[in-house]
């Protein structure tokens, strides 16, 4: 606010008040939380999870700046969003996978489903998840071959084992411990089989304040619920809540995935919508769909939601106070 000559008094355009928060900030953050699980990736499954993630967020970074400079932009790589991208796609991957899955699941997530709709702020969908399903739908056989960490023996995911927990074509034993899937000595995808490490990152971006609380605790709050009542062979209300919360990307995706600040509601009421229909239609993949984790398709769905939501929960002006009834 500046005083005129005349006496006036002049307000600047918003914000008048700034948490010296930026984009660069929060990426920052996420890329510091997912450290853990990016290391723990690496110390399971060796050096093929290293190469993954470097090609992926590599390949992530290149097609941002070409992108940037196809259109004749500034680029935008410094914000940091291109190299979070790369890692989270990165972390969702097998670890057999080939070397080029990364390559071009990268540049798919980059050009296709972040650039093509204008850069950062205006995609409709999770890049990342975005670029997984389109890999899981050309390429299924190479995004369903999976390792256990410490060695070379294909193995099924433990949210493949569930349904028939004792199958000999499935698994040779009983399902996995939760001691296991807390760890990480488990198969799965890079970034997801260990809970602790990735419960470590999410501590560190809810201490921040990067991401909303709603969202973790309504997905895996709806997810725990639901598979108790659901997801027991013995009838309702007998299913192994804990189970399904530790196993597969339920962490992964609840944390750093469905917290994503383009993709999500605005308002505190919409994200408790948003996070319930995730973990109810998670629930609902996985125990009657034909592939074992909905992780994937219930963020991806409820981000094509997420206007919807917005359109009918909208939030009360500023000082504004409801009419009496």
């Known amino acids: 606010m500046s005083k005129t000559e005349t006496g006036e008094l002049m307000v600047a355009s918003s914000p008048h008040l700034w948490a010296g928060v930026s984009t660069r900030h929060i990426m920052r953050d996420v890329l510091i939380a997912l450290t853990p699980a990016a290391l723990g990736a ?3 499954f060796g050096w093929r999870a290293a190469a993954t993630i470097a090609l992926s967020v590599g390949t992530a970074a290149l097609t941002e700046w070409a992108c940037c400079r196809l259109a004749g932009k500034p680029s935008t790589l410094g914000d940091g969003s291109a190299l979070v991208t790369g890692l989270l796609l990165a972390l969702t991957l097998p670890p057999a996978s080939p070397l080029w899955l990364p390559v071009l699941g990268a540049a798919f997530a980059i050009a296709v ?4 709709f204008g850069g950062l702020g205006h995609n409709f969908v999770n890049p990342a998840l975005a670029a997984r399903a389109f890999l899981l739908a050309s ?3 190479a995004m369903t071959t999976w390792t256990s960490p410490f060695d070379a023996v ?3 995911t433990p949210l493949a084992v569930l349904p028939r927990p004792f199958d000999p074509e499935v698994l040779a034993g009983p399902l996995p ?6 760890l990480g000595t488990v198969g799965g995808s890079l970034g997801e089989t260990s809970a602790l490490l990735l419960l470590i990152g999410a501590a560190y971006l809810l ?3 990067v991401i909303d609380w709603r969202i973790p605790a309504g997905f895996l709050g709806t997810l725990a619920v639901l598979s108790w009542i659901l997801g027991g062979q013995g009838g309702l209300f007998t299913g192994d809540p804990l189970y399904h919360v ?3 990307g339920a962490i992964l995706g609840a944390f750093f995935m469905a917290t994503d600040y383009v993709t999500i509601p605005i308002t505190p009421q919409g994200r408790w919508i948003f996070a319930v229909g995730c973990g109810l239609i998670t629930v609902l993949i996985r125990l009657y769909g034909g592939y074992p984790e909905g992780v994937l398709f219930a963020i991806l769905l409820m981000n094509v939601a997420t206007p919807l939501i917005d359109r009918f929960i909208v939030p009360a002006p500023f ?3 409801k009419p009496r009834a």
């Not at 489903?113 to 093509?116: S, T």
């Not at 411990?177 to 807390?182: N, V």
């Open 42 to 44: 690496v110390c399971f």
């Open 113 to 116: 489903v972040k650039a093509a």
């Open 139 to 141: 390429f299924p056989a």
């Open 154 to 156: 294909t193995t099924a």
């Open 177 to 182: 411990s939760y001691r296991a899937l807390f």
């Open 207 to 209: 201490a921040r304040r």
């Open 246 to 248: 530790l196993a597969g």
């Open 319 to 321: 000082g504004g106070v």
